[in-house]
Structure formats: C-alpha cells, structure tokens
C-alpha cells in the first residue's frame, strides 16, 4: 500500500548546494538533516529549495557546498510550534540522491507531480497588472494516516480553472517548487524577513 501512496507526491531537483548540514531531527535513532541547493529558473531567477536528507544517504560530514546534486523524493510538510502559534515548513524528504558532472536541459532540474484534495476553499485574485491568481491548500496523503500540506499557485487560466474548486476535491497538480521571500510583521515595531515555499503549477487536472 506504501508504494501505491508514494506515487501521489513527487519530486525531482537537480541545483547547485549552497549550505552545509544542519541537524533537524531524529526517528527511531536515525537522524536528519537539512541541506540548501539553488535551482535556476529559466527566468534567470534562483529558488533555494531546502532537502531533509537522511545520515544514512550522504556522509554529513562532508562539505559539498558548489558541488550539483541531483535528489528525488516528496515534498512533504510539518506543524513548528512557535510560542502559540503553528507554522507550516515544507521541505523535499529525499529518497535517491547523486552528485552529476553537469546538467544543461533547465527544464528538467525541478519537477513535482502531487496527487491530493483541496482542504481550504481556493483563494483567487487579480494582480493590479490584471493578472490571475489563485491560492491553493492541497492534502496529499502519507502512510499511517499522515497528510502533508502543500500551497500551490496558479496563474492565468489555470487560476480560473481553480477558482471553482470545492473543499474535499480531489486534484492533480505538475508544476516546480519555488522559494519566495516576504517579509512578516511580528508586532507594530518588528518584522522579519522569511520564505515560503509553495508549488508554482504548470498543469492542473480536477478528478472527481
């Protein structure tokens, strides 16, 4: 049944590592780690994509920043508690991962397919350039009862297409993870620079 359920979340990237490793946690005495790479867009723009990486996969040891890097897996998401609120982290959970000499089709270096249901009503807009938009919650489901919680954004008329979605459809989505700065204001004095990371959909596909 796994494998089955594996199918409905996938991703491959392949960028350039930026970062060492930072310890993020432990499962039944395995532990994991964090490492970012840079993708390029064919815009010429960057996205820095962090990888949930196991220590049995790569020695972490080791500093591999320049080096390119090839990883599949899911992209998956968990609740961080901080003080009394929830924040939603996403990361890639690496399941294959390779060093490449050199990579030259942009168009292949990130890639995501997620099988899932919309849990929260679409949120669609228009940009004051008149562009559409549109917000999207997706819940692709894991083993044991687990979902993650992916945001998707759609453009044009894929945004309109996703406006019409109801809570509890269930959807396909192909598109690219992307990395987005904004800035958050913690009180009327303090703000802090963060990045969200959501799905910028390429093709989108309703099921039932």
């Not at 723009?45 to 080791?62: A, H, K, M, N, W």
């Not at 990130?110 to 949120?123: T, V």
């Not at 997706?138 to 954004?153: F, L």
């Amino acid at each position: 049944m796994s494998e089955k359920i594996m199918e409905n979340n996938k991703v491959t990237v392949i960028g350039e590592v930026i970062s060492g490793f930072t310890f993020s946690h432990e499962v039944f005495g395995e532990g994991f780690y964090l490492m970012d790479i840079s993708i390029n867009r064919l815009s010429e723009q960057t996205d820095v994509i962090p990888l949930l990486i196991s220590e049995r996969l790569i020695d972490i040891t080791g500093d591999y920043t320049g080096m390119l890097v090839e990883a599949s897996g899911q992209f998956r998401s968990y609740n961080r508690h901080e003080g009394t609120k929830n924040r939603l982290v996403l990361s890639v959970f690496v399941r294959e991962i390779a060093f490449v000499e050199e990579f030259g089709d942009y168009t292949k270096t990130n890639q995501i397919f997620l099988d899932g249901y919309i849990c929260k009503a679409p949120i669609y807009r228009k940009t004051p350039l008149g562009r559409e938009i549109a917000d999207l919650l997706v819940a692709v489901n894991r083993p044991y009862g687990k979902s993650d919680y992916i945001p998707c954004i759609a453009w044009g008329r894929n945004a309109r297409y996703a406006s019409g979605f109801e809570v509890g459809s269930r959807i396909c989505v192909w598109g690219r993870v992307q990395s987005r700065e904004y800035v958050k204001r913690l009180s009327e004095t303090e703000s802090e620079k963060r990045v969200a990371y959501e799905v910028s959909v390429s093709k989108l596909e309703w099921m039932e």
